[in-house]
């Protein structure tokens, strides 16, 4: 790990022993501490690392002297009745702020007469939003289902739609009721933790058996959730904090609030932690945050962060969800776990677009539970901003599943031989020109992302392949990375539609293409040589393009741009109409401001692009636009059978997957929401629906069967 000669590792040594103490000095003495715990303990490791390595260079006063299974598949996989969602994270007051601005932005629009948008709480003013505000516990997330009170199964998350069935691990667990204190039908969700006291005593076990130590709580609670042998899990002494309903069969206890919600919860037998708050702006939430970004290290439970969740349950249920996450609750996370290392090189990796993205090699830290080896560095300002050098010790900070990133530069560890970066002047791929692109022309304000000109560079067109068969484009399985990068290599492919000239014959002669394999990919490209439009534009990678642009100009096109008395029904409409819609007239189209208008504009009006489209035409390409019956004028669009009717999906779906479903409902000019209200016009109810389907009865939402859907649809 520390490839140092003596003389390097001496220097090092010393310099690593006057900074630990400094540190030491700043925090135990002055109590001034300038940075975490992790990054005062990944020096110490380093240090004790190199004295062990180089035992002739240890004094008497280093700072390291004060202180001398089985697979997972034979868990039954279970689908949830309700879908588990993740909050979007915020980590400072400013993405508090806007995310609270945007919300009101909603309600202030939507709270009118007629608008059916219901009116806020009574602990909310007129304008003011009420907040349930709960700590965060990590740990893991856990779904209890309950039949007239009596617990009949537990699960996971998962994937938010499948977990694991864990029931008889979680029966383990003394604070979760067996049996509630009210006959009711539920489904509740909380977190399962391991208190710092046990994590403590199990790692010291584990340690005289030799076994790897857990990192954290949360990887121990999960470890321990996942074990096959239940006598393991009572062994653990796990512990629980309840905090949501999920479904409530009778909807007359459904309680109106979040914080009614808690308070029922306990009620019924369950654990609930005691800390939340009602905070009426957010002002008070950031005080309740930072109370406990202060004091969180003092409880028995992990806390990495807030949950804020506007305490009208109608108010919720309103705003719904977005894609990823619910509208009306956010994450405010604390700090990041941080660590400290050494950047031993600077990579550049180049992307689809031809964005050149600088990437740290670091020497392997482990942080936030896991080993990492690269970080990045975001652009040529970033490395500017840090005073960034290859050799340099750094801070690295790590947030769940979010990329690592550099935060500082520990200069006081220099050497003197660390090296200056410098942007190349040309592509490190394809050896072609570098343009530093400027974004405000006006003001000659320029960015620092640099972009390859080549447009053959090998690595834009494996990026841009790679993105184009990706699940969200033309969804081809087997086309992974390697093989994309094999196929170009091969000179088989040049360009996306080159996919569907794709024969047999030409894989299998490739080393390690087995007669099936080739075959799999072939039928896999024939099979989705049908794409809706918007999966279609997704797949093209237009410039600032992305998935929700897509979907809008799907759903809009015919609807919104009247400049051309054309209807739009084809691959071969989109290559003949697409190119002489001008700017203007993307900017119809609500949410497509200037930079998507001018992209869009550029792309179709390229003749490479446009070629391939034709090619993929030719070789059978077709492109799914939604039905339409007549043209107005006015821009009107022709009606689908859907037109303007809101869709809510619940319950298991045989003959397609919600997705599917989805591309269904919006090619016939439908919408779908995520939440059923007075406004939703169908419920499609697949097997075992959930709460959805009840409050659609409740409300009188007219309920369609799948079989139902799939004549109309004809």
């Excluded at 249920?317 to 950047?343: D, H, I, M």
């Excluded at 841009?464 to 196929?487: A, C, P, Q, W």
């Excluded at 080739?518 to 989705?528: D, F, L, V, Y």
């Excluded at 599917?660 to 169908?682: C, F, H, L, P």
């Amino acid at each position: 790990m520390h490839n140092l000669s003596p003389q390097e590792a001496k220097i090092r040594i010393e310099k690593l022993s006057r900074e630990i103490d400094r540190l030491r000095y700043e925090y135990h003495v002055l109590d001034n501490p300038e940075i975490t715990d992790e990054i005062y303990d990944s020096l110490t490791k380093e240090l004790r690392e190199l004295e062990e390595k180089f035992p002739q260079f240890k004094v008497s006063f280093s700072p390291t002297q004060r202180i001398g299974g089985k697979p997972l598949d034979k868990f039954v996989k279970v689908r949830h009745i309700i879908r588990q969602w993740s909050f979007d994270d915020v980590f400072d007051f400013g993405e508090l702020k806007k995310w609270e601005e945007k919300i009101q932005r909603m309600i202030e629009k939507n709270t009118t007469p007629a608008s059916g948008f219901p009116s806020l709480d009574k602990e909310g003013k007129k304008g003011e939003v009420g907040f349930c505000c709960e700590l965060k516990i990590d740990g893991l997330k856990i779904i209890l289902a309950y039949e007239k009170g009596v617990f009949v199964r537990g699960a996971t998350r998962g994937d938010g739609t499948i977990g694991e069935d864990v029931t008889e691990n979680l029966k383990t667990v003394q604070s979760l009721p067996l049996k509630l204190n009210q006959p009711v039908t539920c489904v509740v969700v909380g977190e399962c933790f391991l208190s710092k006291k046990e994590l403590d005593r199990i790692n010291r076990q584990r340690k005289k058996n030799n076994e790897l130590l857990f990192a954290n709580s949360r990887n121990a609670a999960a470890g321990s959730i996942r074990q096959l042998d239940p006598k393991i899990v009572a062994g653990r002494k796990l512990d629980s904090f309840i905090y949501d309903i999920d479904y409530l069969e009778d909807k007359n206890l459904m309680p109106i609030n979040q914080i009614e919600e808690l308070e029922f919860l306990k009620k019924l037998g369950f654990k609930t932690n005691s800390q939340y708050k009602f905070c009426l702006n957010i002002e008070e939430i950031n005080d309740y945050y930072q109370k406990w970004a202060r004091k969180k290290d003092r409880e028995e439970y992990g806390i990495d962060g807030v949950v804020i969740k506007i305490n009208s349950r109608s108010i919720q249920e309103a705003l719904g969800y977005t894609g990823k996450a619910p509208r009306w609750g956010v994450a405010y996370k604390f700090p990041a776990e941080k660590s400290a290392t050494v950047v031993e090189g600077i990579q550049l990796q180049v992307g689809r677009t031809g964005a050149l993205t600088p990437v740290a090699k670091l020497r392997p830290v482990r942080v936030a539970g896991s080993t990492v080896s690269r970080a990045t560095l975001h652009n040529e300002d970033e490395i500017i901003r840090l005073g960034l050098k290859i050799g340099d010790t750094v801070v690295i900070r790590k947030a769940g599943d979010v990329i690592p990133e550099v935060v500082e530069v520990m200069k006081n560890l220099r050497t003197g031989q660390e090296k200056k970066f410098r942007m190349p002047d040309f592509c490190p791929i394809c050896g072609g020109s570098l343009k530093k692109e400027i974004i405000n022309a006006k003001n000659k304000k320029e960015s620092a992302n640099y972009y390859c000109l080549n447009k053959n560079c090998l690595a834009v067109k494996k990026e841009e392949i790679i993105h184009f068969v990706s699940k969200k484009g033309f969804n081809v399985e087997g086309l992974g990375e390697k093989i994309v990068e094999r196929l170009i290599g091969e000179g088989l492919i040049k360009q996306a539609a080159d996919i569907f000239d794709l024969k047999k014959s030409d894989l299998e002669p490739l080393e390690r293409f087995a007669e099936k394999s080739a075959r799999n990919i072939i039928e896999a490209i024939e099979k989705n040589k049908k794409i809706s439009l918007e999966k279609f534009l997704y797949a093209l990678g237009i410039r600032h393009v992305g998935e929700e642009t897509a979907v809008l100009i799907g759903k809009n096109i015919n609807a919104k741009v009247s400049s051309f008395k054309f209807q739009v029904s084809s691959l071969g409409d989109v290559i003949k109409i697409f190119p002489r819609i001008q700017k203007e007239d993307w900017r119809q189209i609500k949410g497509i401001g200037d930079k998507m208008a001018e992209s869009l504009n550029l792309w179709l009006n390229n003749q490479k692009n446009l070629a391939m489209l034709e090619k993929m035409k030719a070789l059978g390409v077709e492109v799914l636009i939604p039905k339409l019956s007549g043209y107005a004028r006015s821009g009107e669009a022709r009606q689908g059978k859907f037109q303007r009717k809101t869709f809510v999906l619940t319950g298991e779906l045989k003959s397609f997957t919600r997705d599917q479903a989805k591309d269904m409902i919006r090619r016939e000019g439908g919408n779908v929401s995520s939440s059923v209200s007075a406004k939703t016009d169908y419920v499609l109810a697949g097997a075992n629906p959930g709460s959805k389907y009840a409050k659609a009865k409740e409300l009188g939402v007219k309920i369609m069967k799948e079989d139902q859907f799939k004549d109309l649809i004809k």
